[in-house]
């Protein structure tokens, strides 16, 4: 079966731009998760959505934000990008009541 | 606060000998626990995940990794390294979310 698919893989942006990210889950799994993997900070837990509600956020600005379509495809947007928004931006998916969470290959965000 | 904590940050070993990764948890009730491996510039694999049950798990890639409440540790382990084995090796658990440890990189050499 289709992984969880993360588009685009790479990002060059601007300082002050905005960047949307996509991620298409497993077919069946209606939670989807948000990671930022930073070489200083690890990786950090951005939010979550389930059924198109955001079900828990972790400890970012609230220049990160996210959304869920009705078929479980997510997005995030990060706007006024600063530099140190560079970072492998990954996104996670599962079926409810499953802790078994599958990763995408992330999408390399490079802010200049 | 829930946590994990993997106290080496890297590892080398020789191809074909053992591999033994630490991961120490702190949390009240049984953790959901996981370990997850990363090739460069990749997503994350699943490795082996406990959640109850027997506490020494089998996983991928003839990873297993032993749940020990006493020691409050998950340790992961491999009897015979491979070169494809050299990535970066997190543990992490499950409450609200996913935490993950800091992570261990694994250089295998020759």
């Not at chain 1, 495809?73 to 998916?93: F, K």
């Not at chain 2, 694999?45 to 990794?65: C, H, N, P, R």
Request: charged share 15%; with cysteine; net charge positive.
């Amino acid at each position: 079966k289709a992984g969880v698919t993360q588009t685009p893989r790479y990002l060059i942006k601007t300082r002050g731009q905005q960047v949307t990210l996509s991620c298409s889950p497993i077919s069946g799994h209606r939670s989807v998760s948000w990671y930022q993997q930073t070489p200083g900070q690890g990786l950090q837990f951005l939010f979550e959505y389930f059924s198109e509600t955001q079900r828990n956020k972790g400890n970012f600005p609230g220049r990160f934000s996210g959304r869920q379509f009705s078929n479980s495809r997510s997005e995030m947007n990060v706007s006024t990008l600063e530099l140190g928004d560079s970072a492998l931006y990954l996104c996670a998916s599962r079926r409810e009541g499953n802790y078994g969470y599958t990763f995408g290959s992330g999408t390399r965000l490079t802010v200049v | 606060a829930q946590s994990v904590t993997q106290p080496d940050i890297h590892i080398t070993v020789s191809e074909g000998a053992s591999l033994e990764l630490r991961c120490n948890y702190s949390y009240g009730a049984t953790p959901y626990l996981f370990w997850y491996v990363q090739s460069p510039g990749q997503g994350l694999q699943l490795l082996l995940k406990y959640f109850s049950g027997d506490t020494l798990v089998q996983g991928i890639k003839g990873f297993e990794a032993e749940f020990k409440r006493s020691q409050s540790s998950f340790n992961l382990r491999k009897p015979s390294v491979h070169w494809s084995d050299a990535a970066e090796y997190f543990c992490a658990h499950t409450g609200v979310e996913l935490s993950f440890g800091a992570g261990t990189t694994v250089t295998v050499r020759a």
